[in-house]
């Protein structure tokens, strides 16, 4: 049975960007910020609340009797409760036999164009560990992309203002880094694990670390960029990312009513079609959430009976990425035009050019991912860098379009006076050949 790891790195970071949070806003409140202290903790509180409801929702515990649970849930203890029965139930893991064993069948990757289907026996310490794993998978990405990004963009934003950087701020926002990191790199296994669930999927370390290391470059520059261009416009900022938010927010909805589906019923079998809808809301907001920073590996797909579009779309990764690189050179350019003198003593052309090299960095490591360490790379149809490539053909044909009809709408657009002589004189020999239409009527007339 395989330890559960990714349970207590979860908690961990839960705590430590939870207390610190804490801690950062009584100092705020000591220094008289009122507004920095409300804002660290709203985000901060809102990321909580809405672990203890993704914990709930996933163990069903509103439609079992266990007021005791609920209780700690509200109490925001529920992360700590599951990591505790989460290892009472690991180490008391066979020392009783179990009375029900269920059992699964997962193909194994293809080798030489073979795959074996292996059958395996699931016990009820098992699945309930599988349940506790993913339930804690869910909560690192909502606690990465709905607290720790809007909090680690606050504290940059108040370092770049007040131009200091205090030892509780900087540890503050290595948390919140790592949470998100973390996050991100859950999103991954789990769009993995979702779309090729038939499989016995291992992912291996070098994986692991080319999405480290690709989400990491990716985070860090995003918040960077937002956070100049924030300090410099600050009434810009909001349509930036107002536009951002409720375009990625409505992108899945315009898909589902263009697909003319049925409304999707078979989320939960104890929520009313209110209650779906709010959860559907509550996933496509997350979704936005995490396209605002970086792209979300687990691509929603509404009229889909598991919610997720399991294809591999290149020419949807392609676009994504060309736009952000587009979108944060614009914006780094704005925030050279306009920069103040809070950044008298910054080499401005240096910075612009190390953010727009540390989002290429990103790029690299996630087409190093995609094309060699991948665990799924041998079920791809095509591999990223041929997908790429047909995308950037795509690209160029579409450019190459419009100057291509620009001559034949030049020679379309001639008057009668400059057609060639020797077209002027083959017309009049098939007039004389052919004779006055008028004329040859009122002759058989």
């Known amino acids: 049975m395989k330890f559960p790891g990714s349970v207590l790195v979860s908690l961990l ?58 209780l700690l849930h509200i109490l925001q203890l529920g992360p700590i409760v599951r990591c505790v029965e989460v290892f009472y139930i690991y180490f008391h893991a066979g020392r009783f036999e179990e009375p029900y064993v269920s059992i699964t069948k997962k193909r194994q990757m293809p080798k030489d ?60 926002m290595v948390l919140s880094l790592l949470s998100i990191v973390y996050g991100a790199l859950r999103c991954n296994i789990l769009a993995i ?64 009513w263009q697909s003319k589906s049925p409304f999707p019923e078979n989320i939960e079998k104890a929520l009313t079609r209110v209650g779906t809808t709010i959860v559907l809301c509550l996933l496509t907001f997350l979704y936005a959430g995490i396209n605002m920073f970086c792209w979300s590996a687990v691509q929603l797909k509404l009229n889909d009976p598991d919610l997720i579009n399991k294809s591999q779309n290149w020419y949807r990764l392609a676009v994504y990425y060309m736009l952000r690189f587009i979108e944060n050179a614009f914006l780094l350019l704005l925030w050279y035009v306009y920069k ?3 950044y008298l003593y910054v080499c401005a052309p240096l910075l612009v050019l190390q953010l727009l090299i540390g989002y290429c960095m990103a790029i690299l490591f996630m087409l ?38 620009a001559p034949v709408d030049k020679a379309d657009l001639k008057s009668p006076d400059g057609i060639g002589d020797d077209a002027q004189a083959s017309y009049k020999t098939n007039e004389s050949q052919n004779g006055n239409p008028h004329q040859s009527v009122s002759s058989n007339a």
């Open 368 to 405: 190093v991912f995609y094309q060699f360490c991948h665990p799924c790379k041998k079920l791809f149809s095509s591999s990223i860098s041929e997908g790429l490539l047909s995308c950037f053909k795509y690209l160029c044909f579409a450019c190459k379009l419009p100057k291509a009809a």
């Open 193 to 256: 694990k979702i779309k090729y669930d038939d499989y016995d999927v291992s992912v291996k370390a070098a994986a692991y670390l080319c999405i480290f290391l690709w989400r990491s470059f990716e985070i860090a520059t995003r918040v960077v960029v937002l956070v100049l261009f924030s300090s410099v416009l600050q009434i810009w900022v909001l349509p930036v990312v107002l536009l951002n938010f409720f375009g990625f927010f409505f992108y899945p909805w315009i898909l589902f």
């Open 113 to 172: 164009g073979h795959s074996e289907e292996v059958e395996k026996e699931v016990g009820q310490a098992e699945g309930k560990l599988f349940t506790h794993r993913s339930a804690f998978s869910r909560a690192s990405v909502i606690q990465a992309f709905l607290g720790s990004a809007p909090q680690l963009t606050l504290q940059l934003y108040i370092c770049v203002l007040q131009q200091e950087i205090t030892a509780a701020r900087s540890i503050f």
């Open 13 to 70: 970071l839960f705590v430590a960007e939870t207390g610190t949070a804490l801690y950062l806003s009584s100092t705020y409140r000591s220094a008289g910020d009122r507004i920095w202290q409300a804002l660290t903790l709203l985000f901060a509180l809102l990321s909580c609340v809405l672990v203890q409801f993704n914990l709930v929702f996933i163990h069903r515990d509103l439609s079992r009797d266990r007021p005791l649970v609920l």
């Open 340 to 342: 103040t003198d809070v």
